[in-house]
């Protein structure tokens, strides 16, 4: 089995030769993969039981109550598709490696797949997994919240050249996309003091939802769902905001009068709105709206972990077979 070797090895904080010693080919991540589903537990579709014989010469686990079989993939992301074990590993790597991305095509280059619609719907299906495990955690404590307006492709809106097709301009615009944007911001601590990026405020976990629209119903839905009760929540003086302090518990109105000063008083949510757009327009260009969700799950996913260093692929690993297309199979 040959070994994939990457071109960008300077953009990685994880040397590739490392992630490669030890998934280097098939058979590895293939027993990799089986560990992992064996650590997280095995559920039976059938009867739901919890204990099962593994079957080597199948690679197969046999449930011990009722005698069905799960397969390897069964009930992972990696169900019903057809790609190697060793092109989501390098899939899971990739997303995971640096604060940067890569686009399908790039990985696709790199894995050597003839194929570019397998390897953009694999790198899909790992963002939903990113979504999925993130929208399982409250944000707390302090929080920043704004709306960002990204850029967006939408196909059934373009003329037949494939030029957009003219829309209103500004919060209204059709041409970009609303998201409700979120993150941590607490107080800076006197360890805090002198270090690099210092905002006067320490950054925690962070959330970007995309939103049909921006009204209070839609909103305090977020808000209830994704940050905790017990939380000061800061916003500028948008009248979408206006209810927040019913389900808080305080919502800190900031008027901006000039809109310079908006980094500096809501510093890290500009900060995340800023970095997110800038790495989606380069990476990946245009973005068609159906799928900006899913490229700011691997962003925001990237955030949270960025203390993890080389962990964050195993948690993405874990992740990956935690998932099934109902949600989670175990907390």
Not at 154 to 173: I, L, Y
């Amino acid at each position: 089995m040959s070994v994939i070797v990457p071109n960008f090895l300077y953009l990685c904080h994880m040397k590739f030769s490392t992630f490669y010693d030890k998934y280097n080919d098939e058979s590895e991540c293939k027993e990799k993969f089986r560990q992992i589903r064996e650590q997280e537990g095995i559920c039976c579709k059938q009867c739901n039981g919890k204990e099962h014989y593994w079957k080597s010469d199948k690679w197969q686990w046999q449930c011990k109550s009722c005698g069905f079989r799960t397969t390897l993939r069964s009930g992972t992301v990696m169900e019903s598709s057809k790609l190697p074990y060793r092109y989501w590993f390098a899939a899971m790597h990739f997303l995971t490696v640096n604060k940067k991305s890569f686009s399908a095509k790039s990985i696709q280059e790199e894995l050597g797949h003839k194929r570019y619609e397998p390897i953009w719907a694999m790198l899909h299906k790992l963002r939903v997994v990113m979504g999925v495990r993130d929208a399982k955690y409250q944000l707390t404590e302090w929080i920043e919240l704004d709306e960002g307006f990204f850029e967006k492709v939408n196909d059934a809106k373009e003329t037949e050249e494939g030029e957009p097709a003219e829309s209103k301009r500004g919060r209204g615009s059709e041409k970009q996309a609303k998201v409700l944007v979120a993150v941590e911001s607490n107080p800076e601590t006197a360890e805090d003091k002198g270090k690099k990026h210092n905002k006067g405020r320490k950054a925690g976990h962070l959330k970007m939802i995309v939103m049909d629209d921006l009204t209070k119903k839609g909103i305090n839905y977020e808000i209830i769902k994704g940050i905790e009760k017990n939380t000061v929540v800061e916003t500028d003086g948008y009248p979408g905001y206006a209810s927040l302090k019913e389900i808080v518990k305080e919502h800190k109105v900031t008027v901006m009068v000039d809109p310079k000063e908006a980094s500096k008083v809501f510093p890290w949510v500009h900060t995340a709105i800023s970095n997110a757009k800038r790495l989606l327009l380069g990476v990946f260009h245009r973005i068609n709206d159906k799928y900006l969700q899913n490229y700011l799950n691997e962003y925001c996913y990237r955030f949270n972990r960025r203390h993890m260093k080389e962990a964050i692929f195993d948690r993405l690993l874990i992740a990956a077979v935690s998932y099934t297309s109902y949600g989670y199979a175990k907390g």
